[in-house]
């Protein structure tokens, strides 16, 4: 009976979940630089979970341009995403390395990553067909960070990650931002220090997360780097790429 009224009271959670999602998502054309990618997206958040990865953020578009101006950087490369949401960065960077893992937490969004990377590869303007994939990957989670190794044993040339720290006020006490940087610790740690580097897109919003960004990294043993001339202004916001690399 007790055991009843629990798969009830999960039933009843699952549904307004559902209630919630918006999954009418757009396709839509994004330019970078001489590069024109086109994936499904929605257009504004609008839903009352953590469902920030259906949209393309500021962050990715700052990351995009400059990965799009310097591609050889990613000729031939490996390349890991962590918070890939609709996919758009790592996508972008399809078109260049030799394989990538785009990751993502949220299994919503991962239905739509999942989506974006086989309509590319329905289009043809990936390298080949069967070198990009989507993983779940919760930041901190070991077992998931384990499994995504076994199959890359030597881990990755480069981590992207692109406005991957929004702060919300009802996740506050949930900061991932510490979470985040103990997998990207592993990652690095993987090649060692010169053999692979964190490439991050970061939009501030608030002092205190420009603050935490840096100090976690720091707390991690990273050495963190303003790549230059990469400061810029995106809508109202200002945005900077970091490197980041073992110290
Ligand atoms: C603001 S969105 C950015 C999405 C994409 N990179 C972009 O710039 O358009 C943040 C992404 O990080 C993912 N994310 C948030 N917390 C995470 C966690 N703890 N572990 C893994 N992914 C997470 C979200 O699901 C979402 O896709």
């Known amino acids: 009976m007790e055991r009843k009224e629990k798969n009830e009271e999960e039933e009843e959670i699952i549904c307004l979940e559902s209630f919630f999602i918006n999954d009418n998502y757009q396709l ?5 630089g001489s590069q024109v990618l086109e994936l499904l997206c929605l257009q504004s958040a609008s839903t009352d979970f953590d469902l920030t990865g259906q949209l393309v953020w500021p ?8 990965l799009s101006k310097n591609a050889e950087m990613l000729q031939g490369c490996s390349i890991i ?11 972008l960077c399809s078109r260049f390395c030799r394989e990538i893992v785009l990751t993502d937490h949220n299994e919503e969004v991962l239905k739509i990553l999942k989506k974006n990377i086989e309509l590319h590869k329905s289009f043809g303007t990936s390298n080949s067909s069967n070198w990009m ?15 995504i190794l076994g199959s890359h044993l030597g881990g990755f ?17 949930q900061n991932s931002i510490p979470l985040l940087f103990d997998t990207v610790e592993k990652l690095l740690r993987v090649r060692g220090k010169d053999q692979c580097k964190f490439i991050l897109g970061y939009i501030s919003r608030a002092k205190v997360m420009d603050l935490m960004v840096v100090s976690e990294a ?17 809508g109202n916001l200002g945005g900077v790429i970091y ?5």
Request: aromatic fraction near 8%; avoid cysteine.
């Open 243 to 247: 490197d980041i690399t073992l110290q």
């Open 133 to 147: 994939t989507a993983e779940k990957l919760e930041w901190g989670n070991s077992d998931q960070l384990n499994q």
């Open 81 to 91: 995403e962590l918070g890939s949401g609709v996919g758009v960065t790592g996508i």
């Open 218 to 234: 720091v707390k991690h043993g990273l050495h963190v780097t303003e790549i230059a001339g990469s400061r810029s202004v995106i």
């Open 59 to 66: 962050g990715a578009m700052l990351l995009n341009n400059y």
């Open 157 to 173: 040339d480069l981590i992207l990650g692109a406005d991957i720290y929004i702060l919300i006020k009802k996740f506050v006490a």
């Open 28 to 32: 839509t054309t994004f330019t970078f």
